[in-house]
């Protein structure tokens, strides 16, 4: 069973900072592609960031030099910082893993559990 832990959510207010963290298992952390997707009340979930196992990230402009997205190899771990925060980032934040099997072309992905960021105005 694949496990995605997050913490660090909370309440902050706009023009805070937040990290968040992802901790996984080491033998799902160096073959899963990572990320951080978020869903706000009365919308769909929407992509934040990814991470690549190949070093690639890629943000949402909506965050783009507000937020980013790091990997900690030694623990196994996905951060999310996020600075400059506004109320329009008030969300449930997911951490997401995923791979291709490109023999079969099936998709695996996973999910973390989510953790509410919510920021005041």
């Known amino acids: 069973q694949v496990q995605l832990v997050e913490s660090g959510g909370g309440l902050v207010q706009a023009g805070g900072s937040l990290r968040l963290s992802c901790a996984t298992s080491?033998?799902?952390?160096?073959?899963?592609?990572m990320g951080w997707y978020r869903q706000a009340p009365g919308k769909q979930r929407e992509l934040v960031t990814t991470f690549t196992t190949g070093g690639s990230t890629d943000y949402a402009d909506s965050v783009k030099g507000r937020f980013t997205i790091s990997r900690d190899n030694a623990k196994n771990t996905v951060y999310l910082q996020m600075n400059s925060l506004q109320p329009e980032d008030t969300a449930v934040y997911y951490c997401?893993?995923?791979?291709?099997?490109w023999g079969t072309g099936t998709k695996y992905e996973y999910w973390g559990q989510g953790t509410q960021v919510t920021v005041s105005s």
């Open positions: 080491g033998s799902i952390f160096r073959i899963y592609h």
């Open positions: 997401n893993a995923w791979r291709t099997d």
